[in-house]
């Protein structure tokens, strides 16, 4: 009996663990911090992501096409693989 | 009972360890593929320009069948663009392995700029 109660203890602290974790696992009320309160929702809203609308690029007669393509030189840096 | 206990706690620490890393993976790559997508629209920009200068007003050519130089350069910029956007929605678990397709996405991205080039000094 003690050794079930132990295996259940030890995989319920686990599901815990991994939710505090892994906070999009939590159900949407459950998220929100204490104290704010929040209408229950009546349809699904869609989320919005910070959407950056792609920057133009336009050039002219008077532009140096050729100065404008040297300028373009696509990279893999080290520095990108480095963690914040 | 204490090695179930091990075995558990292992488990906590591994699985979200594991989630955290591809998620890195997937900053990074969005990051490289941004500043690739700005190249690629500035390749496109000089072929607008340049198709402008020259008074050609076809459309841009997808699926090969290229005759000139301009429709040449035209498809690999348009290959390239093509490349970063399917290299966006790519995930990986390794580093190796996201920085060899990188790797890979800028050769392209340099093919490309090697028939606008082409096509600029002609």
């Given at each position: 009996?003690?050794?079930?109660?132990?295996?259940?203890?030890?995989?319920?602290?686990?599901?815990?663990?991994?939710?505090?974790?892994?906070?999009?696992?939590?159900?949407?009320g459950?998220?929100?911090?204490?104290?704010?309160?929040?209408?229950?929702?009546s349809?699904?809203?869609?989320?919005?992501n910070?959407?950056?609308?792609?920057?133009?690029?336009?050039?002219d007669?008077?532009?140096?096409?050729?100065?404008?393509?040297?300028s373009i030189?696509?990279?893999?840096?080290?520095?990108?693989?480095?963690?914040? | 009972?204490?090695?179930?206990?091990?075995?558990?706690?292992c488990?906590?620490?591994?699985?979200?360890?594991?989630?955290?890393?591809?998620?890195?993976?997937?900053?990074?790559?969005?990051?490289?593929?941004?500043?690739?997508?700005?190249?690629?629209?500035?390749?496109?920009?000089?072929?607008?320009?340049?198709?402008?200068?020259?008074?050609?007003?076809?459309?841009?050519?997808?699926?090969?069948?290229?005759?000139?130089?301009?429709?040449?350069?035209?498809?690999?910029?348009?290959f390239?663009?093509?490349?970063?956007?399917?290299?966006?929605?790519?995930k990986?678990s390794?580093?190796?392995r996201?920085?060899?397709?990188l790797?890979?996405?800028?050769?392209?991205?340099?093919?490309?700029?090697?028939?606008?080039?082409?096509?600029?000094?002609?």
């Amino acid at each position: 009996m003690t050794k079930k109660v132990w295996i259940i203890a030890i995989f319920i602290t686990a599901i815990v663990i991994v939710v505090i974790f892994n906070s999009t696992l939590l159900p949407r009320g459950l998220a929100l911090p204490a104290g704010r309160l929040q209408a229950p929702l009546s349809s699904p809203v869609p989320e919005v992501n910070n959407y950056n609308p792609p920057v133009e690029v336009k050039y002219d007669k008077n532009t140096d096409l050729k100065k404008e393509l040297e300028s373009i030189n696509p990279q893999v840096l080290d520095s990108d693989f480095e963690t914040e | 009972m204490i090695k179930y206990f091990l075995i558990v706690m292992c488990l906590i620490f591994i699985f979200p360890a594991v989630s955290l890393a591809s998620a890195d993976l997937d900053q990074i790559n969005q990051k490289v593929c941004s500043r690739f997508d700005e190249d690629a629209l500035k390749l496109a920009a000089i072929m607008e320009e340049l198709k402008a200068r020259k008074k050609i007003t076809e459309t841009r050519v997808a699926y090969g069948q290229v005759d000139t130089p301009i429709e040449q350069a035209d498809y690999w910029v348009n290959f390239a663009a093509e490349a970063i956007a399917y290299q966006k929605i790519q995930k990986y678990s390794s580093k190796e392995r996201l920085r060899s397709d990188l790797g890979v996405l800028k050769n392209k991205i340099l093919r490309a700029k090697n028939e606008v080039g082409k096509v600029i000094d002609d």
